[in-house]
C-alpha cells in the first residue's frame, strides 16, 4: 500500500486547511468571547445597566406577590426569534432552582408557598429569551422569602 | 477510546431511543434550552478552557485530526474488498426500504413540528408549532403561522408516499424559506433538512407507498441521480462542519455545561478534552461525507453519536429523525446512488 494516493489528497487537504485556520483563528475569537452567545444577550458597555430592585409581601389571603423596580430596563410582551443586545424583555422568576413564571410585567403573583425558605431569583432576559448580560455578570436579584409555619 | 465507546453504545442505543420515543412524555430540550436555571448562572460565569484559547494545543489537536484523517483514508483501503462483498445487498434493502425509512423520519419531524409536538424546554406541548425544530417558533414571526398548515400537508403525503418527490421538493423550498423567516440562526439546520429533502425527490415513494400503488413512482430526470446524492451528502457534510465550527468550537462552554448536564460519563478526561475531540470528529466526519470519503462508516458512527448524545442527554431522539433518515440510507447506499429494483419490491412480491 502507498502512503498516500491521489484520490486522498483532496479530503486530506480541505482537513488540514480547516482546521490549520481554524487553529490560527479561533483562540483569539474564544480568548474575547467567553461566554456563549446562543445563551447569554451582552449589552454593550456604553449603555447604562439594568439594576433590579426586588420586594415580596403576602397578601391578606397568605398568597405573596413579588414586585421588581428595574431601571434602565422596558419590559415588553413582545418576544423574538433573534434580539437586538438592547435592555428590552421579560424577567425569568426561579423559585428555589427551578423557573416558575416569565414576567412580562413587574408585579408577579407566586402564589401560596409552602413553609420554610424559599430562594427567588429574577433574571433578565432579552426578547429571545436569551439571560441578559451586563459588565458584571449576569443580571440577576436573589431574595429569601421565609415563610413561617401556620399556628 | 472516547469515539470507539461512543460508536459501539450508540449502535445499542438506537433501538432503546427510538422505543423510548414511542412512550408519551414532554419532549424534552434541545441545546441551551436543557440547562436549569443555577447551569445558566454557572455558564455566566464558566472560564473558557485554555485548551480553546491556545494555539499551540489547537494546532496540534489540528495535526492529529488530519493523522486521523490519514488512518481512517487508509482504513478505507482496507475496508474496500469487505464493503465490495455487502454493498449489493446493503443497496438491495436500501432501495427497499430507505424510501419508507426517509418518509417516516420526515414525517414524523414534520408533523409534530406542524402540531407543536416538538416545542422547546419551558413551552408546553401541543401549544406553539414550530419550522422544523424546536428553537423556530412560528409564534415569534407574525404572518408565518400558515407554514405549520404545509407542514402537516407535506406530513401526511410522506407518510402515505403520495406525491412524494413533490413533497420532497416542498422540504427543500421550506428549509430555504426558513432562512429569510428566521435569520441566521436557521442557518444551523437549513442544510440536515435540505439534503433529506433531495434525497426524498430522488427516491421517491418507494415501497408500501401510494405513488408506488398507482404507479407514479418513476424516476425523476431532470437531474443526474449521482449529482442528487452527492450534493445530499455535502450539505449533509457541511452542516455538521457548521455547527462543530460555530456551536462547539466557539462555544464550548456550553458544550461543556450541557455534558455536564447530562453527567455523562468521561471515562478519565476532562469535559474540555472531550469538547475538543467531538469538535475534531464532527468536522472530520462533515468534510468526510463532503468528500464522499468512507461514507458508510461515517453514517454508523453518527448514527452513533447522535443516539448517544440522546441517551445521556435525556433528549427525543424525535429532534433528529431528519439525520437518522439520512444516515441509515447513506449507510445502506454508500457513495453511489443505485436502484437495484424498479420493480415491485420483494415484500410487494410477497404480499401478491
Known sequence: MKW????????IAMVAGLLGSLAVGAPSYNAQNTIPRSVFLTLPTDLPEPKIEMTASQGPSGA???RLDVSDFQFTTLCVNSAQPVPIGHAHIIRDGVKIASAYYPIIDLGHLVPGRHRISAVLRGQDHRAMVGADGLLQMDII?????QA | ?????????????????????LTPQ???AHEAWLLTPDEITALATAPMPAIFTSSLILGLAAGIGCAGTVAALHFEEFLR??????????????????????RIALAAMLGLAGLGGLPRHGTALWVEPTLLVP???LSLVPGWEWVAACQLVMAVLLLVGLMTRITGLGLIGLSILGLPIFGAPFLAYAPHFIAPGLIIALIGGGTFSLDRLLSLHRQATILDPQIIWRLAQILVGAGFVYLAVMYKLTQPTLLIAILQHGDMPTFGLSFALIALIMTGVEIICGILLMTGRLIRPVSL???GAISFLALTLGETPLFHTNLYGCMILFALMGRTWSVTNEGPSSYERALA
Request: glycine share 6%; proline share 9%; no cysteine.
Open chain 1, 64 to 66: 405573596w406577590q413579588l
Open chain 1, 4 to 11: 498516500l494516493n491521489l484520490s486522498q489528497i483532496g479530503p
Open chain 2, 135 to 137: 428553537d423556530m417558533q
Open chain 1, 145 to 149: 422569602i421565609w415563610v413561617p409555619k
Open chain 2, 1 to 21: 477510546m472516547f469515539f470507539q465507546t461512543t460508536y459501539k453504545t450508540g449502535l445499542t442505543a438506537l433501538p432503546m431511543t427510538i422505543a423510548a420515543s
Open chain 2, 81 to 102: 474488498p469487505y464493503e465490495k462483498r455487502v454493498a449489493p445487498a446493503l443497496k438491495n434493502m436500501g432501495s427497499q426500504i430507505g424510501p419508507a425509512v426517509m
Open chain 2, 301 to 303: 458512527v453518527i448514527i
Open chain 2, 26 to 28: 414532554v419532549a424534552t
